[in-house]
């Protein structure tokens, strides 16, 4: 788990230092996957952990975002967690929009995913690879 504070007011457009936080944690979701032996995992991983820290950054609360990694064999498991109880909506976008793509490139990657009931954690599961064998957490 990990956990990052929010330089920026909510409600206040993102400022510099929240704007590298998501390549930050695309890092360490990096280290920790190839740590595990999730090579072939790294990417849509981190894909999904960037745009869910980013809309957790850019729509959540007051408080900071927490990230959570979890394995069972199947499926690697991401959490993010912010302190906002306003549920994210996954959106219709169209070819010229510039954002509300994140929670459909997460469906797509994603075996399952959704939301928990107070509205503050999205969580999503990515099918491990048959050919990967990963240190069960």
Avoid: Y
């Amino acid at each position: 788990m990990v956990s990052i504070e929010r330089s920026t007011p909510a409600g206040q457009p993102i400022g510099d230092a929240d704007l590298r936080r998501p390549a930050q944690l695309r890092r360490i979701n990096c280290a920790l996957l190839k740590l595990w032996g999730l090579n072939p995992c790294v990417d849509d991983a981190g894909l999904v952990v960037t745009e869910l820290a980013t809309n957790a950054l850019q729509h959540g609360g007051e408080q900071g975002v927490t990230v959570t990694w979890c394995l069972d064999g199947v499926h690697l498991t991401i959490q993010v967690r912010d302190s906002s109880p306003v549920r994210p909506v996954l959106r219709a976008v169209d070819d010229d929009s510039e954002g509300g793509r994140g929670l459909c490139i997460v469906e797509a990657l994603a075996s399952e995913w959704g939301i928990s009931e107070d509205g503050t954690t999205v969580h999503c599961a990515l099918a491990l690879p048959s050919r990967v064998s990963a240190v069960t957490v």
